[in-house]
């Protein structure tokens, strides 16, 4: 099972205002591995490299809008960055509406995809809980939006926003299988606007969701909100993993 990455949207306050001392104190943790939003890379992508280099981190991924304008600045800051896969964060709720919606919401990400390829760049989406509690012909939403996507596109699921969108995650992994390159790894209540928790101490069968999951998937913790210190929630998160790789 592949060492655990962060996803930076954890910690998104402290990385604006103290990103040296943050990111050290990620490797202090034991990550080796963030994934940063562009909103978090900033203007400066040159300077944002420097520091994960000085803490002796590398990104996994960028997470980025390559749905629309910005998709210039934001291939441009994953290659300075050093990763070469961008994963689009969300499509609102209204994109899987109706059959229509969600065909066109497919339609955008293949496209962004053929784009994401001529800058050398692979191409992933990232699921909320709206995607699976929306149904479109018997089915949930997600599922009619994955099979319209084109072959290269790449899936990062959400284990948790899955979960809360009622599927059961362990069957959704093994459904959509090599496909997900990524997972966003976190635990808690299971519900909307709950605080999460440390992984292993919430209610997702963990265990069984890594177990599902390709091997060689990224393992990326994100805790959107925790009650608590975030860092002592990601170092029990961090420690949680590592037992479960060892």
């Not at 420097?50 to 441009?76: I, K």
């Not at 919401?105 to 800058?119: D, G, K, L, P």
Request: charged share 20%.
């Amino acid at each position: 099972m592949p060492v655990p990455a962060l996803q930076l949207y954890s910690l998104r306050a402290e990385i604006a205002t103290r990103p040296d001392t943050t990111l050290r104190s990620i490797a202090e943790i034991g990550f080796r591995a963030v994934e940063p939003t562009a909103g978090l890379v900033g203007d400066d992508p040159h300077a944002f490299r420097d520091a994960l280099a000085a803490a002796g981190l590398t990104a996994s991924s960028l997470h980025g809008p390559l749905l629309d304008e910005r998709r210039d600045a934001v291939a441009a800051a994953a290659e300075v960055i050093g990763t070469d896969t961008v994963i689009i964060p969300a499509i609102m709720p209204e994109g899987f509406a109706d059959r229509a919606s969600v065909k066109e919401s497919a339609r955008r990400v293949n496209e962004a995809a053929s784009w994401a390829a001529t800058a050398g760049l692979r191409l992933g989406y990232h699921n909320h809980h709206w995607e699976l509690t929306q149904v479109v012909a018997g089915r949930p939403a997600f599922e009619l939006f994955t099979d319209l996507l084109e072959a290269e596109v790449l899936l990062e699921v959400d284990v948790y926003w899955a979960a809360v969108g009622g599927a059961d995650v362990p069957e959704l992994l093994a459904r959509l299988g090599k496909r997900v390159s990524h997972l966003h790894v976190k635990d808690g209540p299971g519900t909307v606007d709950a605080p999460m928790t440390a992984v292993g101490s919430g209610t997702l069968p963990i265990p069984a969701i890594l177990a599902a999951a390709p091997p060689g998937a990224w393992r990326i913790v994100e805790l959107d909100r925790c009650d608590g210190d975030m860092l002592d929630a990601l170092a029990r998160s961090h420690r949680y993993l590592a037992g479960l790789a060892a």
